[in-house]
């Protein structure tokens, strides 16, 4: 880790939220609030001292002889884990002064970025990672994608924060070339769906991971799933897992019953945005999107691990209405394209020399 960067203190907690009130017009929990901030990073070295590490939340200070330095913290980047088997490389937010500037030769968010890399390197060792990265300017997927990371699916004004006054924020899910994949496998989806997840593996190929997945078509209604239901309600946000057996932490719903969560959570007027994460190893997958008709938000490999080994997930997802203006770097866009997000391009610019392609999602 680079002499600059080092893990957050209490003390912090008001500098880095800060950077994020700063970046976002309307933030929600402790990233907006110093007291919340300040007992998360004591809960996180609780969790490194214990041996029960939840997340790591890493901080930029630039040597006072830079001439952009403003004495003070001038990035944040976090690791966390929230999902079985896979670590986020979450949000980094960077002053403006401080953006493009370099330490040593190297840029900031380089430095954010490696600091977080190397944390969960050694904290998270047998974790897979992914990340969500913003879609307002595609600059964040451009860096994500150097630092190996592939476009796997787009979540539309998924997340409350306001931009710039925006609105809810819309991200490129991404994961990690470098994971460890299931070599081969079914994937169940109806054939409207079949040309996003084969641009998903197409994306995954060109990044030099070898799976190979046979897609199939095949239905299955049964009379009872397992699910885990994971809402936010605060935050306009409903979210349900979905699989076929009985694991630790999972309920047992009838299928009926979760059609009838997809039409609830859609029509209440407190929930913006409505996902289905599905075991896509299994024809029940096909079934609950052709009887929900929520459009593709993602297929994830090995997206879910369980106690009978990794599953592949499909995600679905019930879409804020009106339209948004967001930029996809190439691979992003193929997927949006694939998946029939109903869109319309508008020309392209270019960041660091890498096209990034202009759209309204609608």
């Known amino acids: 880790m680079s002499d600059s960067i080092r893990l957050a203190q209490k003390g912090d907690a008001e500098d880095i939220v800060g950077l994020f009130l700063n970046e976002y017009d309307r933030y929600f929990g402790k990233f907006s609030d110093p007291d919340k901030m300040a007992e998360s990073i004591e809960h996180m070295h609780r969790g490194l001292q214990t ?3 939840w997340a790591g939340v890493m901080v930029l200070d630039a040597p006072d002889d830079l001439e952009w ?5 001038e990035g944040v980047s976090a690791v966390k884990q929230n999902r079985p088997g896979w670590s986020e490389l979450s949000s980094t937010v960077i002053d403006p002064e401080a953006r493009s500037q370099e330490v040593d030769g190297v840029p900031v968010y380089q430095l954010l970025h490696q600091a977080r890399e190397s944390f969960d390197e050694e904290v998270y060792p047998d974790e897979k990672r992914y990340t969500q990265t913003v879609s307002f300017t595609g600059k964040s997927q451009k860096g994500s994608m150097e630092a190996g990371f592939v476009p796997v699916g787009y979540s539309d004004g998924q997340f409350f924060e306001a931009h710039n006054g925006e609105g809810r924020i819309s991200t490129v899910y991404m994961i990690d070339s470098g994971n460890d994949y299931t070599g081969d496998g079914e994937v169940y989806t109806p054939d409207n769906e079949a040309q996003a997840v084969e ?3 197409e994306n995954l190929d060109e990044a030099g991971v070898d799976i190979e997945r046979t897609l199939e078509n095949d239905e299955e209604r049964p009379e009872e799933v397992a699910v885990k239901e994971q809402n936010a309600e605060t935050i306009g946000q409903a979210r349900l897992t979905v699989i076929p057996d009985k694991q630790d932490g999972y309920d047992t ?38 009887d929900t008709g929520l459009d593709f938000e993602r297929y994830q490999p090995d997206g879910i691990r369980t106690e009978d080994g990794w599953r592949d997930i ?10 948004r203006e967001r930029y996809f770097v ?5 997927v949006i394209e694939a998946a029939g997000i109903p869109h319309e391009r508008y020309g392209s610019r270019e960041y660091s020399g890498t096209e990034v392609h202009r759209a309204e999602i609608s």
């Open 51 to 53: 041996g029960d590490p």
């Open 199 to 201: 641009q998903v593996l």
């Open 314 to 323: 499909i995600g679905l997802q019930g879409r804020p209405s009106g339209t």
């Open 330 to 334: 190439d691979d992003a866009m193929s």
């Open 69 to 73: 330095s403003q004495n003070g913290i």
């Open 253 to 290: 719903w009838s299928y009926d019953r979760v059609l009838d969560w997809v039409d609830q959570m859609q029509s209440r007027e407190d929930i913006d945005w409505t996902g289905l994460e599905i075991d896509a190893g299994n024809p029940v997958a096909a079934s609950i999107k052709s």
